[in-house]
């Protein structure tokens, strides 16, 4: 042995002791001993039908305090309930918590471990997918999708006038024609829509099953050479229509959009994919493809359900505030006057709008629970000992209703974000809106000019009223939400009046 291979011994030896002795100097976060709340089939914490999920894990805080630990299994679990541990943990230790939790069935047996959302960060595909949606969305260029945004919002505002009963489904069929366009070049069908029912397909197929630790697979690898006949390997059969239904999803759009550009001069093609094709470097092989391919796919998943979700939860508020409805639409009549139909660039213009913008996303939060993290190395928070490996919740919805951040939180107040000689604003709840550190929501920026083009047509188009029933009492809709990833207000009937001949004039024009 040489003295190289005794000093590595010795160095081994010391980082070993050193791991241990924190582990005993420091404790896991608290946490309940046993979960009755979820229902731990394998180590996946379960989304309980009664009571929404983030306000089980806000409940499990006021005992154990804001980082809460779930022994659940293999794989331990922390929700975290507190902005502040949040931003300590998440953003300022980003490089340590940005992984996603790699299942059997994420990474080996379905590609969904190459999709955005789920990729790791070993995986060198990651800071491709953020350099592309940098520079298609960021900060400095998502301003060229304006006019889009703005063509599809009219043709909404249409669909409105025409047929308001089915407002839920004009908001579904405008937040995938804005993407669509953008994304690949491609113009959505009014009804059934081919490309639009590919997602739909596979979306359907992100239930349960689709947490990681559902299959028992996850927890015991092995399983995965169990031929498929076996019984009891069910999980062969789901792998495999993941595979099928993610392939025929990524893959259709993008050879679409590749098809128009050998029929048309492909520098008219003004799309993420086209544009990104144009730039493929000579030589570049199937992988460079793929990127895109994900890439692209990533913008319809994360960037349609929110859409719409905003949009609900805005419409909901209006109806239910008409004092706030009625403060905003003069605000708008104020700056954009009444010839023409607000733009993306009155934005800044419109500071009351802006704030009941943003008090709908505190109120109603679209991602309650964001994406889970994973933390890559041991970690020692608050004198709390952290393993590598543990899943991180972000319990956002708890820290947007934390009421020492905003007093009175279920009140729909977008005073609060709105500085005045007596009061400060309170924080704006985009620091933790949209996720966190490197895994921060690449379509933030792009997601909010889309809610701006979309609400401020509205309002300067329709008064947004409750309904009425047969004997023409008004019916008050409650604020409820459906129990999902992304969360949706319970559909309720409105009626949508235009302001003026004039107002519905702008949108026949
Ligand atoms: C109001 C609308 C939106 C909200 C509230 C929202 C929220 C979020 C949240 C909470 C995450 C998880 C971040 C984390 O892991 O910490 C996320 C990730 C993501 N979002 Fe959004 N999002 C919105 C709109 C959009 C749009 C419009 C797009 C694309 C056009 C988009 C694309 C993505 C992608 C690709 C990711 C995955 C990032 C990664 O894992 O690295 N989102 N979003």
């Known amino acids: ?21 924190i582990r005993k100097q420091h404790r896991l976060p608290p946490g309940p001993n046993k979960i009755s709340l979820f229902r731990t089939r394998f180590k996946a914490p379960q989304v309980s039908a009664e009571k929404p999920l983030w306000k089980q894990y806000a409940e499990l ?4 305090g804001p980082v809460v630990y779930l022994g659940l299994g293999k794989a331990p679990f922390i929700v975290i309930n507190s902005a502040k541990s949040a931003v300590d943990l998440l953003n300022k230790r980003s490089r340590i918590y940005s992984d996603r939790q790699m299942t059997v069935m ?17 995986n060198p595909r990651l800071v491709q997918y953020q350099k592309m949606f ?28 025409n047929d308001s009963q089915y407002y839920v489904q004009h908001l579904k069929t405008v937040a995938g024609s804005i993407i669509m366009k953008v994304t690949y070049g491609y113009t959505v069908e009014p009804h059934n829509d081919p490309m639009i029912q590919l997602v739909r397909d596979w979306l359907a197929t992100i239930s349960l099953k689709a947490l990681p630790g559902y299959w028992l697979v996850d927890s015991y690898p092995f399983l995965k050479y169990v031929p498929p006949w076996f019984p009891g390997t069910e999980f062969h059969q789901w792998a495999s229509e993941q595979n099928t239904l993610l392939e025929k999803m990524i893959s259709t759009p993008f050879e679409w959009t590749r098809r128009q550009m050998q029929h048309t001069d492909p520098t008219t093609i003004n799309s993420f994919v086209a544009s990104r094709l144009l730039a493929k470097p000579d030589g570049s092989n199937d992988a460079y493809d793929d990127v895109i391919r994900y890439g692209a796919a990533a913008m319809y998943v994360g960037g349609v359900d929110t859409a719409v979700s905003v949009l609900e939860a805005f419409i909901l508020a209006m109806v239910l505030h008409p004092e706030v409805q009625r403060r905003a639409q003069e605000e708008i009549d104020q700056i954009v ?17 802006n704030a009941v913008l943003t008090e709908v996303m505190r109120w109603s939060p679209i991602a309650p629970l964001g994406n889970t993290h994973r933390l890559t190395e041991d970690d020692v928070y608050d004198g709390m000992f952290i393993p590598a ?43 933790f809106i949209y996720g966190f550190g490197r895994r921060i929501c690449p379509g933030r920026h792009f997601a909010e000019s889309s809610s701006f083009a979309l ?19 008004e019916i008050t809709p409650l604020v409820q939400y459906e129990n999902s990833f992304v969360s949706h207000p319970k559909t309720f009937p409105c009626r949508f009046v235009p302001k003026s001949e004039a107002a519905a004039q702008l949108l026949t024009d």
């Open 1 to 21: 042995m040489t003295l190289q291979d005794v000093l590595a011994v010795f160095l081994f030896a010391i980082a070993i002791w050193c791991t241990s002795y």
């Open 389 to 431: 490996g543990t899943c991180i919740i972000p319990n956002i919805a708890a820290m947007l209703h934390d009421e020492n951040r905003y007093p009175e939180p279920e009140k729909f107040n977008p005073e609060r974000f709105l500085a005045s000689d007596e009061v400060e604003p309170q924080d704006d709840p985009r620091i």
């Open 337 to 353: 006057g009444p010839s023409r139909l607000p733009e993306i660039k009155d934005r800044p213009n419109m500071p009351y709008l």
């Open 134 to 161: 940098r520079e298609e969305m960021g900060v400095n260029s998502v301003h060229k999708h304006c006019k889009t945004q703005e063509q599809e919002a009219k043709s909404f505002l249409r669909n409105i006038l």
């Open 455 to 473: 609400a401020s047509g509205l309002l300067a188009t329709f008064n947004i009223l409750k309904a009425v029933d047969g004997e023409g009492n």
């Open 61 to 64: 805080s006021k005992l154990y």
């Open 106 to 122: 994420n990474s080996e047996l379905t590609h969904r471990g190459q999709t955005v959302f789920l990729c790791s960060t070993s």
